[in-house]
């Protein structure tokens, strides 16, 4: 099988092990595009996640992030965290439901590197957790010198709640930082974004689109987007392809409008430079309506 060799201007490896999640928020942005069975999609093996991922060739500082869902629920998390090359640098984003599964199968060593944020970054989510409990997990974590912080969305109808949350677990030294609500509530549409249409379900055209990810869903598809992923939209390759290799140009899209909002937001980059979009968009008005 060929390397896959990562672009220099890529800024994101994700890897969906699963869409599977042992909680239910109502906010989930894995449900923004959600169709029927998304929790039921085809799951690679961790044997088969090992082959497709050791083939990546990426920077220090550019990391494969282990996600979904939640990710841990993957029946071989373990041994996918402990089979990937040495060269290669993992986060894990986790609502850490179950901190046993660090602390007693991988060494904190593995998931820690040079960078200004933690490897292992863990989402608060006030409804489905008890702040005391996991600020509990949290330092038992850190105890055994995990890299691990925590990130809380500062959802508008729960912003005491995060900040509440947010002084408990920095009085005890944890690192809590929060992170912009994205999508519809109350009827206003949350978030900064480069392309505002893009988002909202309110147009749909055809557009060129080109991306700054490697987004590899749980069947090892890799997807333009994450609202490819989540919508189960035709892949533009697979990790298992032997020739498979990034090409770093413009494709067409035919659902401009139906953007998810993890993508099209303004974010900051792997050095925490504001600003940054996953997509860059080419709408060619001559194009006209989607539908
Ligand atoms: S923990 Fe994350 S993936 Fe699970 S339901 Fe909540 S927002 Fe969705
Ligand atoms: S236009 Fe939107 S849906 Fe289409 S590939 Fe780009 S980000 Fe994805």
């Given at each position: ?192 974004y480069k392309y505002p249409e893009a988002v909202?379900?309110?147009v749909r055209r055809r557009v060129m689109c080109k991306t700054t990810e ?10 333009r987007c994450?609202a490819d ?20 140009k413009f494709r067409p899209c035919d659902w401009y409008g139906h953007c998810n909002?993890?993508d099209i937001k303004l ?10 979009c996953s997509v860059e968009i080419c709408i060619r008005k001559?194009a006209?309506?989607g539908?």
């Amino acid at each position: 099988m060929k390397p896959i060799v990562i672009p220099a201007k890529y800024n994101y490896i994700a890897a969906f092990l699963t869409f599977a999640c042992n909680l239910k928020c109502d906010y989930c942005i894995n449900n923004h595009e959600a169709p029927a069975g998304l929790f039921k999609r085809k799951h690679l093996s961790g044997k088969e996640w090992l082959i497709g991922l050791n083939r990546i060739v990426s920077r220090p500082d550019l990391p494969i992030t282990l996600q979904g869902g939640e990710p841990t629920l993957h029946k071989d998390f373990v041994e996918i965290v402990n089979g990937l090359k040495s060269d290669l640098n993992i986060d894990v984003l986790t609502n850490l439901q179950d901190e046993n599964i660090f602390l007693d199968n991988i060494e904190p060593a593995r998931l820690k590197r040079e960078a200004p944020y933690a490897s292992v970054r863990v989402s608060y989510h006030p409804k489905q957790m008890d702040s005391e409990v996991l600020r509990n997990k949290i330092l038992r974590m850190i105890d055994y010198d995990f890299s691990i912080g925590i990130w809380g969305v500062m959802h508008p109808g729960q912003k005491r709640e995060i900040k509440n949350a947010q002084t408990l677990f920095k009085n005890c030294g944890i690192d809590f930082r929060t992170k912009e609500f994205l999508g519809e509530y109350g009827g206003q549409l949350y978030g900064q974004y480069k392309y505002p249409e893009a988002v909202g379900k309110t147009v749909r055209r055809r557009v060129m689109c080109k991306t700054t990810e490697l987004v590899i869903g749980p069947d090892g598809g890799v997807y333009r987007c994450t609202a490819d992923v989540y919508a189960n939209r035709t892949p533009i390759g697979n990790i298992f392809d032997p020739d498979f290799q990034i090409e770093d140009k413009f494709r067409p899209c035919d659902w401009y409008g139906h953007c998810n909002p993890c993508d099209i937001k303004l974010k900051t980059d792997r050095f925490q430079r504001f600003g940054h979009c996953s997509v860059e968009i080419c709408i060619r008005k001559e194009a006209g309506d989607g539908r």
